[in-house]
């Protein structure tokens, strides 16, 4: 795709947007339709021309994440000569999906991706470091490097490395510009914390920050985000995405909701019964990715909780923008009538310097309320403390459980990732949910 960011859609007024969206979801129905088995067969009685306003895409029936992993060939939509890359997801929140992708698909992620680095004001006069993982089946990490090399900066991929070589890198590079999980930059920053180390930052100007949240609900930086920024002096991007997507929300230089590209997808934010809720109430993210040639989805279900950024956006975009990932649809938490999300906690805990790490544990307490309990790394002086700002902020009883690192070493397992959540609550099975948050 030529890279010419001035001619994207995001840049019309919300009128011409929404008109060529319309455009692009007839298109996509006939598209589908005409190349994958399963929605042929899902949209046989609906038509291209049933679109006629953006509000009629719900006559098109949700996918759910069940129904991909379960009939995962039924939507690849080209022959197996066309497949350039297959990808397997890590499972951590389900069953492992297996996604195909064309080399016009990969080509498609590289331009995602370019305008998102864009939007966040990296140019051909940056240098970019990518510190997430580049292997292991991980599309993340390739279309990250991809991207940031399309808007033309002086792109390395270094990878998940220990410490000490990436304060080489950094010495010897001088990024302007990394990308990584915040809580491995965290603990990078905890390593480079030493004397002699701020030469080794001072270059770094923008964090764009992957598979973690770095922002509250009331969009305001957490514990994490806070960090990273004072840390390295420079400003930091929460970024989303999944495999399935095929996209990602991105936040621009005004750092106020990540935008959703109109070119490459229509989003939706929807309540437990599929309805559209107002700006600013959080609800499942549900989006249909335009232009995926190797498996073209249609109202994909994330089954991630977010909500709609209302307003106009600094930058000058006027694509639709999400707030902070609050968590899965799944984690909702019900305690004594009081609704939350994993996402407020991991805010407060985040914020309190005397907790080292922690587990949050959500079990069945009885039918209509959750048991939730936290099990920290901090000294018994500090129950009371974190008990209190929990109480205050979130009006719940959060029992605080001492803790120590082997132990939450233990909880986690092998999967490297950071979990903050464990499910243990019964959803109709009795599998045990991780959840890095």
């Known amino acids: 795709m030529d890279f010419r960011p001035e001619l994207s859609w995001e840049f019309l ?11 692009a979801v007839r298109n996509h129905v006939r598209h589908v339709k005409e190349a994958s088995p399963y929605y042929r067969e899902a949209l046989f009685d609906v038509f291209p021309e049933d679109i006629k306003s953006i509000d009629d895409i719900v006559k098109l029936p949700f996918t759910e994440r069940t129904t991909l992993v379960e009939k995962t060939p039924s939507f690849i939509a080209v022959p197996p000569d066309r497949i350039a890359e297959t990808v397997v997801t890590s499972g951590t929140t389900g069953s492992p999906l297996v996604f195909s992708l064309t080399a016009a698909d990969i080509d498609r992620l590289t331009f995602n991706d370019a305008l998102a680095f864009h939007s966040g004001g990296v140019t051909n006069a940056d240098r970019a470091q990518i510190c997430v993982s580049l292997d292991g089946m991980f599309i993340g990490g390739m279309s990250y490097y991809k991207g940031m090399m399309h808007v033309g900066a002086n792109t390395s991929r270094i990878g998940v490395m220990p410490s000490d070589i990436h304060r080489r890198y950094f010495d010897l590079l001088r990024p302007t510009v990394i990308v990584g999980v915040p809580s491995f930059l965290i603990k990078l ?17 923008k964090i764009f920050c992957t598979g973690e949240s770095i922002r509250m609900q009331d969009m ?51 309540d437990e019964n599929g309805a559209p809720v107002p700006d600013g109430t959080p609800g499942e993210i549900v989006a249909t990715p335009f232009g995926v040639e190797g498996m073209p989805l249609v109202r994909y279900k994330t089954g991630d909780i977010a909500f709609r950024v209302a307003g106009s956006c600094a930058c000058g975009r006027n694509s639709m923008r999400i707030g902070p990932i609050l968590g ?20 407060i805990l985040d914020d309190i310097s005397e907790i080292d790490d922690y587990i949050i ?32 902020e979130l009006r719940i009883h959060v029992p605080v459980l001492i803790s120590n690192m082997a132990t939450i070493l233990h909880y986690r397992g092998k999967n490297g990732k950071k979990t903050r959540v464990i499910d243990k609550r ?7 949910r991780q959840s890095t948050v």
Do not use: W
């Open 13 to 23: 007024s919300g009128d011409e947007i929404t008109a060529k969206s319309v455009r």
């Open 220 to 270: 305001q930086l957490n514990g994490t985000g806070k960090a990273l920024e004072d840390f390295f002096g420079a400003k930091a991007y929460s970024t989303y995405s999944n495999t399935e997507l095929s996209i990602s929300y991105c936040e621009c230089i005004a750092q106020n909701g990540g935008h959703c590209r109109p070119e490459l997808a229509y989003t939706e934010i929807v």
């Open 361 to 392: 544990m959500l079990e069945n307490d009885d039918s209509l309320s959750d048991r939730v309990s936290l099990h920290a790394v901090t000294a018994p002086a500090n129950v009371e403390k974190i008990s209190s700002r929990l109480r205050t």
């Open 426 to 432: 019964k959803h109709g099975a009795s599998a045990v």
């Open 328 to 347: 899965r649809k799944s984690q909702m938490i019900k305690v004594k009538g009081s609704t939350v999300y994993p996402l407020a906690i991991t805010g």
């Open 189 to 205: 920053s905890t390593e480079f914390s030493k004397p002699g180390s701020d030469s080794y930052m001072s270059s770094i100007k």
